[in-house]
């Protein structure tokens, strides 16, 4: 296998692993990414190495640059930032100056006074402003995504996302001066540092010429392309031109690169087609891209920055706080973006690393890269472990979070503990019952049979099948099964105890319960107590807190054994009905769930949502057919009840669900029988909904073998 396939391999894997790891403990997943780089790298496993795989992956980076400035060009929309554009400036110059100085002169001193000439070689000024010009970026991914998780909304926000993209325009600007400015320091030797900055201005002014001719060249071929593929196609195409051409020429790939965003953005026409299309081809690029530079990192190498690191933490900390302060307090901005801004910006990542590789891929800095790739990649890794909480608590202090994006009920818990907590006997509960006492039919006919297991879903299943009970004119039933090992300690007495629950539930919905136990295993114990019964619809629910796999065999040996619909339920959080998502494949699906909507509607009247999902490569025409076809359905049978449809060609099934499912109480769908290999090759839609939502499932099974599609 080729090495440097194999290598791009476990870059991706390792990378994606450790980005799932990261976010569990309530990480960004660039952290993951870092650190997986860090253990597949020379300081650990030695994996991946610089001369395996690293150096061929060069113009990769590159790559990757190219496309980070060309987003980071999107966010600079001059019509957005309205009447906040003079805070927007003051505060982006400000706190990037105050970065650059602060970091620039530290770094310098910190040289000078702590290291020796066999640590940091040649001019202590070429470090200085290389690590002052790293220091201005950010991380626009991690900011957004902690601004999206807190729901923030506000005038700290929105300056916030205006300044993050100004921020790392302004850092790509000054890391191009101060290249051009090192290059002629280490060249000219006692050349003044005016002369070298004079010398770097015409570099940035070409560079970003070549940037703005390239937004406004691909604007133009965009308007007359309608094919997305076609789309990126000819954006890449012209982006990697633009980035080739100001490589050849000696300038700047990452100011062209945002000067193209930026021009595109601004237009008249607006056109974010080509941001759309390239965000969905980035992530396995930005995987490659952070992880490879977590591999650049090799710990031992942080002992040679020593103070350094030290000094560029913490005063690139105080250069962004302070300078947002003085920034807003010069433009009048108010005392919460005063205050609070440069708490937010802590956070740095995505430029910063692409900054540092473009540092080791220059042949003329590798005796201050050295240095500089440690010093960096150290204040990266723990201005993302810790970035992120502060900028969380600005957002908190600022008043602008809103807590109703957690879920209620999980407190403070994590998402990934909340996830847990939820499925738990613990999380589970039932929403109190307002709809009146339901009145039995006069003379039953059969019942709707539910098995217990486990107190935490007896009585949610006591209350389904009271709902369809009443559907049917029938009586709701619970059957106990118990463990033929505890047959001599159970006494009569606990009869009417082991039934409390559900039938205080059903008696509060004003119908009678029949009751039944039985000493057997699950199976067969549960068929043996309805066999002399005339069974409308047999409800189980999954174990409480278990793996839900493991149910799937006891649900096929009950199914292929009962004639009447099985209802397996998923009990998650709170179990209410007041909003239904009903999705399907075929429309044959609705004439097996029908009567137990039709119950469901004639006790609780909720709002139903009807989601056809049909292939991804439907055309209109079938889809529109399908909406007409839906819609006369809906008014031959549910006319009379509150309900809305959709019609989905979906990418994803399974996305498309679990999306939808967030804006409903319950989902109810289809199940398909399945056996052995014919359900390890097909799967079940159902079974991945059953698995992956986070809201309460029913799962209904049909007598006659047919639920479900072939596509299911």
């Not at 020379?42 to 994996?47: L, Q």
């Not at 100056?97 to 310098?108: A, I, P």
């Not at 591999?295 to 250069?319: D, N, Q, T």
């Not at 509150?642 to 989902?667: C, F, G, N, P």
Request: proline share 5%; glycine share 10%.
């Amino acid at each position: 296998m080729n090495e440097v396939t194999l290598g791009i391999a476990i870059l991706l894997s390792v990378g994606l692993l450790a980005a799932k790891a990261a976010q569990l403990l309530r990480l960004p997943s660039v952290t993951g990414f870092i650190l997986a780089g860090v253990l597949l790298g020379p300081s650990f496993s030695g994996v991946i190495t610089m001369e395996s795989v690293g150096r061929q992956l060069e113009h990769f980076t590159e790559i990757a640059l190219m496309l980070i400035a060309f987003g980071i060009g999107e966010h600079i929309e001059l019509r957005r930032l309205g009447g906040l554009a003079r805070h927007v400036g003051y505060v982006s110059v400000v706190q990037a100056l105050g970065s650059f100085v602060f970091v620039c002169g530290g770094t310098y001193l910190t040289v000078l006074l702590f290291s020796g000439p066999e640590s940091v070689p040649g001019n202590p000024m070429v470090p200085a402003l290389l690590l002052g010009a790293i220091a201005v970026a950010t991380a626009p991914a991690t900011l957004l995504h902690v601004v999206r998780e807190t729901g923030a909304r506000g005038s700290l926000t929105t300056t916030l996302m205006a300044v993050v993209a100004m921020v790392d325009a302004l850092a790509i600007m000054f890391f191009g001066t101060a290249m051009s400015v090192s290059h002629q320091l280490i060249g000219q030797g006692g050349e003044s540092l005016m002369q070298a900055v004079a010398g770097s201005g015409g570099e940035i002014i070409l560079s970003l010429a070549i940037g703005l001719s390239t937004g406004t060249v691909i604007d133009y071929v965009l308007n007359r392309l309608h094919n997305r593929g076609e789309m990126l196609t000819a954006g890449l195409a012209l982006l990697l031109l633009c980035g080739e051409t100001t490589r050849l020429l000696d300038l700047s790939p990452l100011l062209a690169g945002m000067a193209a965003g930026f021009a595109i953005i601004n237009r008249a026409e607006r056109d974010v087609r080509l941001f759309r299309i390239i965000n969905d081809f980035e992530p396995p690029i930005y995987v490659l891209f952070f992880t490879l530079a977590g591999a650049h990192l090799e710990v031992g190498a942080l002992k040679i920055g020593g103070w350094i690191g030290i000094v560029y933490f913490i005063a690139r900390l105080a250069g962004k706080y302070f300078g947002s302060w003085l920034g807003a307090l010069l433009s009048g901005a108010s005392p919460v973006v005063r205050n609070y801004l440069g708490l937010a910006l802590f956070p740095q990542a995505g430029v910063a690393i692409g900054l540092v590789i473009l540092i080791n891929s220059d042949p003329a800095l590798t005796p201050w890269a050295v240095v500089i790739t440690p010093v960096v990649l150290a204040g990266v890794v723990f201005s993302e472990l810790f970035g992120p909480y502060f900028t969380r608590y600005a957002i908190e202090k600022a008043g602008e979070g809103m807590q109703s994006r957690k879920t209620p009920e999980c407190g403070d818990l994590g998402p990934f503990a909340c996830k847990i907590w939820l499925r738990s006997p613990e999380g589970i509960s039932l929403h109190p019952w307002d709809g009146g006492r339901l009145l039995p039919a006069a003379v039953p006919d059969g019942v709707v049979a539910f098995g217990v297991h486990h107190f935490a879903t007896g009585r949610g299943l006591a209350r389904i099948a009271t709902f369809l009970a009443h559907h049917y004119h029938a009586l709701p039933m619970s059957v106990r099964v118990l463990d033929p090992a505890r047959m001599d300690d159970f006494r009569h007495s606990d009869y009417e105890t082991l039934f409390l629950p559900e039938a205080d539930e059903v008696a509060s919905l004003g119908y009678p319960l029949k009751k039944e136990f039985v000493f057997d295993n699950p199976v067969s114990g549960v068929l043996a107590a309805l066999e002399q019964e005339n069974i409308h619809a047999l409800l189980l629910a999954y174990p409480a807190g278990k793996n839900p796999r493991a149910f799937h065999g006891t649900l096929e040996k009950v199914a292929a054994r009962i004639s009447c619909p099985l209802i397996a339920v998923r009990f998650v959080g709170g179990f209410k009905t007041d909003r239904i998502l009903v999705p399907f494949l075929s429309p044959t699906e609705l004439g097996e769930l029908q009567p137990i909507l039709e119950a469901m509607a004639m006790t609780v009247q909720p709002s139903i949502t009807f989601f056809h999902l049909l292939h991804f490569d439907s055309s209109r025409e079938e889809v529109q057919a399908c909406d007409r076809e839906l819609q006369d359905w809906l008014a031959d049978n549910f006319f009379d009840i509150q309900t809305r449809h959709m019609v989905e060609a979906a990418e994803s099934r399974l996305e498309m669900i679990l999306q939808e499912a967030k804006y409903h109480d319950l989902v109810i769908m289809t199940g398909a029988k399945r056996y052995g290999l014919e359900r390890l090759l097909l799967g079940s839609l159902s079974n991945s909904v059953v698995l992956n939502c986070g809201k309460p499932v029913m799962v209904v099974y049909s007598p006659d073998g047919r639920s479900g599609t072939p596509g299911e």
